[in-house]
């Protein structure tokens, strides 16, 4: 436990990203000449944007770039309190003052290294997740080898009720450690259900069946008292890999099942998506410490990793990302197609326990991106508009798409935003890591380029201007229209 220790707010320059299974840092891949060759065609032919050119479809406009400052690493998830945004770095985290999403400013910066850090707040608690080696749970711990035995990987718990002065107040170690996490959010206590898994053997804690989720316990008032309150097992099976899918080679190409990449909960409808590998899952939370599991899919055709999940308003419907290529690769292209890489529409039918996934369409932006640049589908939001389901989402160097699911069967893409490759002689990882709607912007964490504020003026989405939040960490799905945290 790393109960009263400061944060340590920037002084000097921050540590090295440290390279994580799933969401990959940044970094260089040589590619083909060939594929480099295509890539400076395309760009001379008008069929993609030039090196780092920013295009945009008519109808969105791009107000603000804010550059990375003194966190140099990759930059990660994003949530949002009052006139706050929240950013996440495999450096750490950076506060924003958006009261002017025009012009955005710093209020703090804190070095914490432990990729991927993914952030989420609700009242005076920020969290961070840690899923990777380090040598200690403090600020200042170094990278170390998974199979040493004082290896630390969790969840850490700030008090962010000075803004400008973060406090590291807590640490909870966590099986296999923390890549993503989810809040449930409720009076007295916050619930947070951890998301971990690991193709790489060299984690002990992390051997299959790694199965289940770490459900953490943290008062309000005491949160320095955080502990692992349940591990509620999602894959029940026999055998040394549990129940999940087994993955290639028995499903080709696609990923083991060894735990769960991201959850997203509805509250409102005591409701969660988990988004597990070679899973997909539905489940309840009508008791948040012993989440139950109501249906669970597969696609071993199209789907390779899922990676996330997002509801529509009405509980009806969920849409499932998947991360082919791990982000790293170049699949928005006429060769990987428009099933592959993209997102999944699904219905929720039936009432109750008896709830079940129904498969309806694939969505995928059909604009081609070059073979220098990572592109696949992954984090996005809703943007509330009654009766219509429309979500903003982030394709990496596919930039940022807002498309429109209200008809489950034929999903359309209707804005974009979107940046040239960052090279044509090489593939270097970038782009919008999540692009969220939050009171009237949409705000996109690009993983190179910085904190991106884009506005949409669309009669189709002009009524979500009305909808402003005291809080949003996407996760946790608020209800848009009715009582939310």
């Not at 950076?94 to 993914?118: E, H, M, Y």
């Not at 943007?383 to 394709?395: F, L």
Request: proline content about 7%; charged content about 20%; overall charge negative.
């Amino acid at each position: 436990m790393a109960a009263g220790l400061l944060a340590a707010l920037l002084t000097a320059g921050p540590a090295a990203a440290t390279p994580d299974p799933g969401d990959a840092p940044a970094g260089r891949e040589k590619v083909s000449k060939s594929d480099a060759a295509a890539a400076r065609a395309a760009i001379a032919a008008g069929e993609i944007p030039g090196q780092d050119e920013i295009v945009h479809s008519a109808n969105i406009e791009h107000l603000v770039n804010i550059p990375k400052d003194t966190l140099a690493g990759t930059n990660s998830d994003l949530a949002f309190q009052g006139r706050y945004a929240f950013a996440g770095n495999y450096d750490g985290f950076r506060i924003f003052d958006i009261s002017n999403p025009r012009a955005p400013k710093t209020v703090a910066q804190v070095l914490c290294p432990g990729g991927q850090n993914d952030i989420s707040v609700s009242g005076d608690l920020l969290f961070l997740s840690t899923d990777s080696s380090r040598s200690d749970n403090s600020c200042n711990s170094t990278t170390q080898p998974a199979t040493e035995k004082s290896s630390w990987e969790g969840m850490k718990i700030f008090d962010i009720s000075d803004k400008k002065n973060p406090k590291y107040v807590a640490a909870v170690e966590t099986a296999c450690g923390s890549h993503t996490h989810t809040l449930v959010p409720e009076r007295r206590n916050v619930y947070v259900y951890v998301a971990s898994y690991s193709p790489n053997a060299a984690f002990p804690d992390c051997q299959p069946p790694h199965d289940g989720i770490s459900v953490i316990k943290v008062p309000r008032r005491a949160p320095e008292e955080a502990a692992v309150v349940n591990f509620p097992v999602l894959f029940p099976g026999e055998g040394p890999d549990g129940g999940g899918n087994p993955g290639s080679p028995t499903n080709p190409g696609v990923s083991k099942t060894t735990g769960c990449h991201d959850i997203t909960v509805l509250p409102s409808k005591d409701l969660a998506a988990g988004a597990c590998m070679g899973d997909g899952i539905l489940f309840s939370i009508k008791d948040p410490e012993n989440p139950e599991v109501i249906d669970r899919i597969q696609d071993n055709v199209n789907f390779a990793f899922w990676h996330s999940a997002t509801f529509n308003e009405k509980a009806n419907k969920v849409v499932f990302t998947d991360e082919l290529g791990g982000g790293v690769g170049a699949t928005c292209n006429e060769a990987i197609g428009p099933n592959r890489g993209a997102d999944g529409v699904y219905d929720i039918v039936g009432k109750g326990d008896q709830r079940k996934l129904v498969f309806k369409s694939y969505f995928k932006i059909a604009r081609h991106q070059a073979d220098t640049e990572n592109c696949v589908a992954h984090n996005g939001s809703l943007i509330p508009v009654k009766g219509k389901d429309i979500m903003v989402q982030a394709w990496y160097q596919g930039g940022v798409s807002v498309w429109d699911f209200t008809d489950s069967t034929k999903p359309k893409e209707i804005a974009y935003f979107e940046r040239g490759p960052l090279s044509t002689g090489s593939l270097q990882v970038g782009g919008s890591w999540s692009a969220y709607y939050y009171n009237g912007y949409i705000y996109s964490n690009d993983i190179v380029k910085g904190l991106d504020v884009l506005k949409l003026d669309d009669r189709r989405t002009d009524p979500a201007k009305w909808v402003h939040l005291r809080e949003l960490n996407v996760q946790t799905q608020p209800d848009y229209f009715g009582f939310h945290w």
